[in-house]
């Protein structure tokens, strides 16, 4: 069962035009009715006081009330983080949400990244909390048990990084994930680590700065294919190869990134997405809830808390800032 | 005329098996014995104390001693940034050196990007001082008076960066350079501004992802070209354009930073680079010393102080942290 949740009139027109009234499809999608609409450029604050009504928050609420399993959105980003922690609230013992992507890797699959905006200071404690979080997350979309987790530094060659970051990999040695040390910038392309995670500031200079580079390498691509009739025909010559390379780089197949932490799984696709790149940003949100992505994080959680011997139910020192 | 420092043996035997002792090329080289050797892995500190016949401080030190205009090496970058600190001393009311490297762009120029690496932690006023020092390095470079300064910052969407940042746009608003706000990671590529500022941390993250995706794109069109003898062919048909495309995008062009804020003009080449990218960053560190680079950061500095109302010689209170 598929919930549409936005303007009842305009939904139902554009599912009548696809859909007949019988299809079996259409038996399967239920509209729920959102007069209002959160703009793409509306403050988070604004859209979380003042629009009760809207898509975004009705479709959250589907969630709280176990009515839906997941939310998909594709609007702002920032209201659909305010709104979510607002209406879902923090899972217990976890102080931020983070905005975690699959990146595909040179070795054909994904490396997970987090996080990617959400917070731009973060604590020791958050970067454990994020690297908790991407594990359970790569074990609930990938079926990989014990991921690798990585925290992301600069070189070797030069100071090793700042205090935060050391520190959190002491938390992340001792918390019983598989941590694996530091990771550097290209490591996320690499392939040979699952989990990376870094502060949202860092996180989100290097998604924007690889779609930056990926849209020059295109246009260059373009330009020099498309110089004279010569390059124009050496283009059709290739075709099928450029195809099949702009398929694996494509960024529709990566489209949808969690917001975790969250009492509830909460996808958020790109504005622009394609319907095959909506489709794909939903089949990760179904299989995050398909897969009990929650249940593996608050597992998580409670092992790192057994580890470091505090009591039940009592927040371990290593989790808290 | 051209400094050779490094084993006086090795250099000579190397030269006269290319250059005839008659060759008036070989009449503008002049080799310095420098027996100790800083090994790539040494700790800058060991470097520093414990080599002090090393090429690297030798070639340092001719720069100071007014033998050099400027240094070029392919070592160690810690090492030559503490020896470089040691030796040259830093530029007035500039406290911390940065890593500035010109990266390609979709216009076909270059973004200056610093600091790269040799500042984890930075103070508003740090941002300040590497935005007057890419400017006045763009300038030297590439000829462009009063060039556009971005502090590097994350989306629109969501939190709007961290304090540092923002007080930093304060700092350059009022600074008299050509600030035009803030850029975010894709713009590091999209060739709208010619200074990208940020610290060392997120600047070597971009830096390293960049790198990583590109060898990543290389590696897919390798292996699709590759698949098949069909696929060998179209490669073979569409080489000329490949061709083309491989040398917009080619490491070797952008090869040279600045090690910038010191009372002399160093630059770092890429440690396993081709000859022709060796020619590439020495050609900058030509034109940065012979377009008065370290003039242009005084001035820069002197304008600042003049513009904050600051007693000539007392550093303005913006240049300070």
Do not use: W
């Not at 996080?115 to 359970?136: I, W, Y």
């Amino acid at each position: 069962m598929l919930l549409l949740v936005g303007r009842q009139a305009e939904i139902e027109s554009g599912l009548a035009s696809r859909l007949g009234a019988s299809d079996p499809l259409r038996q399967r999608l239920e509209v729920i009715d959102a007069p209002e609409v959160v703009a793409m450029d509306e403050a988070p604050a604004s859209a979380l006081r003042g629009k009760r009504r809207s898509s975004m928050r009705l479709a959250i609420e589907a969630v709280r009330d176990g009515r839906a399993d997941a939310c998909l959105s594709a609007g702002n980003t920032g209201a659909l983080m305010a709104i979510s922690r607002f209406v879902l609230r923090m899972l217990p013992d976890i102080e931020r949400p983070a905005i975690a992507f699959q990146m595909p890797n040179r070795r054909g699959g994904t490396t997970t990244m987090l996080d990617l905006g959400a917070n731009v200071d973060c604590e020791p404690a958050h970067l454990l909390q994020f690297g908790l979080m991407g594990s359970a997350l790569v074990t609930a979309l990938q079926g990989r048990e014990s991921p690798s987790v990585a925290l992301l530094n600069i070189g070797e060659e030069l100071i090793k990084g700042n205090d935060t970051v050391k520190q959190a990999g002491v938390l992340l040695r001792e918390s019983g994930l598989n941590y694996v040390g530091y990771a550097e910038g290209n490591d996320i392309y690499g392939g040979e680590v699952d989990v990376i995670v870094c502060d949202g500031f860092v996180g989100n200079v290097a998604l924007k700065t690889s779609e930056g580079l990926a849209q020059m390498m295109g246009q260059f691509i373009r330009e020099e294919f498309g110089r004279s009739l010569v390059s124009k025909l050496m283009a059709l010559a290739a075709a099928p190869v450029l195809r099949r390379f702009k398929h694996r780089v494509d960024p529709d197949r990566y489209n949808g990134a969690a917001l975790v932490g969250l009492r509830g799984v909460v996808f958020k696709s790109h504005g622009s997405a394609s319907p095959a790149a909506f489709e794909a940003a939903l089949r990760r949100a179904h299989d995050a809830a398909g897969n009990r992505l929650l249940d593996r994080i608050r597992d998580s959680l409670e092992q790192v808390r057994a580890r470091s011997g505090a009591p039940d139910g009592s927040a371990a020192v290593a989790l808290s800032p």
